[in-house]
């Protein structure tokens, strides 16, 4: 059976979500509750798999493969292994995550009929941008690169925001943030000149430092959305700093641009926390 073509895979994909988004709050599926006991917590934390959040996770499977099939597509990455297509999963699949958990509050048909709309919009022009970023030779990767950084970088708030409004603050917020701070890092350092293993180190470096902010902001020395704040320009000049250097533009003057935007952004942010 020959392989589908790529707008083919696009249209796909997008159907996916669209279906599996505009469905999940009307399949009658049942509502498990699992049980929880976390290491020093005495309490029991329940967590219900709603038939949203059920669907989100086939519907994240399927985007996954269907991602991955994209990518391929290219002939440079025809025989890439997962730690090298994998990258390519991780925006669709925040997007979707994201998607899923906002529509399960939209009540009326006009609002779920903009949020599918807006959710195929998104994801469309994602995708399309990865697929023009492949190659630093594309005639359009100059746009679609900085769009998919500036996307990583909401989506990386948000993200940190919502880890830092959880209940068990203190006990979920640092390994949740070194966690999502690993692929999100790997999306704003991928390319195809540079060695997987390399990248997925730098990432993994930058997962372990945001980790390290994340501990120091856990006993809630900042309100949510300041610390949310915070771990956001962290994260921009470790991953603006380690670009530049593997792209061989790190210089000392780029290096003190980054140091004096942190600072910067520090005083501004401490002080509105005050």
């Not at 699992?34 to 669907?55: D, E, F, K, N, Y």
């Not at 492949?134 to 950084?149: I, K, Q, S, V």
């Not at 902001?217 to 603006?240: E, H, K, M």
Request: net charge positive; proline share 7%.
């Amino acid at each position: 059976m020959p392989a589908l073509p790529r707008t083919e895979r696009l249209a796909l994909l997008l159907g996916v979500v669209v279906v599996g988004l505009g469905a999940s709050c009307y399949l009658p599926l049942p509502s498990p509750a699992l049980a929880l006991h976390l290491p020093g917590i005495s309490s029991v934390v329940t967590v219900t798999l709603t038939p949203v959040r059920q669907v989100s996770l086939v519907v994240l499977v399927l985007v996954a493969a269907l991602m991955d099939g994209l990518v391929r597509d290219d002939p440079r990455l025809a025989r890439a292994g997962l730690a090298r297509t994998a990258p390519y999963w991780i925006l669709p699949a925040v997007e979707v995550l994201v998607a899923f958990s906002r529509f399960e509050g939209l009540s009326s048909p006009r609002q779920q009929m903009a949020g599918l709309a807006v959710t195929a919009l998104v994801v469309g022009v994602t995708v399309v941008a990865q697929m023009k970023s492949l190659e630093p030779g594309d005639r359009w990767f100059w746009l679609a690169r900085p769009g998919l950084n500036v996307l990583t970088y909401a989506l990386a708030l948000a993200l940190f925001y919502g880890a830092e409004t959880l209940p068990l603050r203190s006990l979920v917020a640092i390994p949740l943030i070194s966690l999502v701070s690993i692929p999100l890092a790997m999306e704003l350092l991928r390319s195809s000149r540079w060695t997987t293993r390399r990248t997925w180190g730098w990432a993994a470096l930058v997962g372990v430092m945001m980790g390290e902010v994340a501990w120091a902001l856990a006993p809630g020395v900042l309100p949510p959305r300041v610390a949310s704040l915070v771990l956001l320009a962290t994260f921009y000049c470790l991953t603006g700093v380690l670009q530049q250097h593997l792209w061989g533009a790190a210089q000392r003057r780029v290096a003190l641009e980054f140091a004096a935007l942190a600072a910067a952004a520090l005083v501004v942010l401490l002080r509105a926390g005050a």
